[in-house]
């Protein structure tokens, strides 16, 4: 992270409130990977959404960030990347940059992550925020993200951070092996997170918690 961007994390009330957040969401639930608690201990998630919802920000609910998409409660974003298993080593796919927070998350944890989204603006968005703090390790893409990212295929590891009716074969194919890909499958109001590993040529799947997000728009996803 630049110097200019540790300026710009945020004020003390901030540095407490990712404290806070860290110790009450997501180390007394579940999450232990120290990798990912140091992760969302240093990333100033105010920063990813609207000045206007900063003191918000840390709060244990998605929030929007416009063209009807959110950003992630901090818990779920923390238990899909523990899913993931990161060790440092890593080349991540990510289906739906959204805000670019989940992005720059893998960026603390990964060799490198390559994410794609369909709204232009908020791909800009995210590119000047991920620029702003440092993030030269991802890589942003405009496109249909249920096509995966074929040039840069295998991946280490895939997450896909919106709700598929299926899982698309395009990411199962890019997935590399071994390899996870953490999805959350099911209808447009309500979805299971699902883990799928990849070792040996052979897949297992499985079903982590039942979870809540937008429509994967795709042409292996729902359709528009």
């Known amino acids: 992270m630049s110097s200019q961007a540790a300026d710009r994390s ?6 407490i409130a990712r404290e806070r957040m860290v110790g009450l969401q997501l180390a007394s639930n579940g999450i232990t990977d120290e990798r990912v608690l140091a992760a969302m201990r240093k990333v100033p998630r105010h920063l990813f959404v609207d000045e206007a919802l900063w003191d918000q920000a840390y709060g244990d609910f998605p929030l929007p960030i416009g063209y009807a998409q959110t950003i992630s409660q901090p818990y779920i974003v923390a238990l899909m990347t523990q899913e993931l298993g990161l060790k440092g080593i890593e080349k991540v796919l990510e289906v739906g940059t959204g805000s670019g927070y989940q992005a720059a998350i893998l960026g603390e944890l990964a060799r490198s992550v390559f ?4 709204v232009p603006a908020l791909l800009i968005r995210a590119r000047k925020t991920l620029d702003s703090l440092g993030y030269s390790n991802v890589y942003l893409k405009l496109d249909d993200g249920t096509w995966g990212w074929r040039d840069e295929a295998p991946f280490d590891a895939i997450i896909v951070t919106a709700g598929s009716p299926m899982v698309p074969k395009p990411l199962v194919d890019q997935l590399g092996d071994p390899g996870v890909l953490i999805i959350p499958v099911g209808d447009e109001y309500s979805q299971v997170l699902v883990k799928i590993t990849k070792s040996d040529g052979r897949l297992e799947q499985k079903n982590i918690t039942g979870v809540r997000f937008v429509r994967l728009i795709g042409e292996h996803g729902w359709k528009e």
Not at 115 to 118: F, G, L, P
């Open 10 to 15: 945020g004020s003390d009330r901030f540095k």
């Open 115 to 118: 994410s794609v989204e369909r």
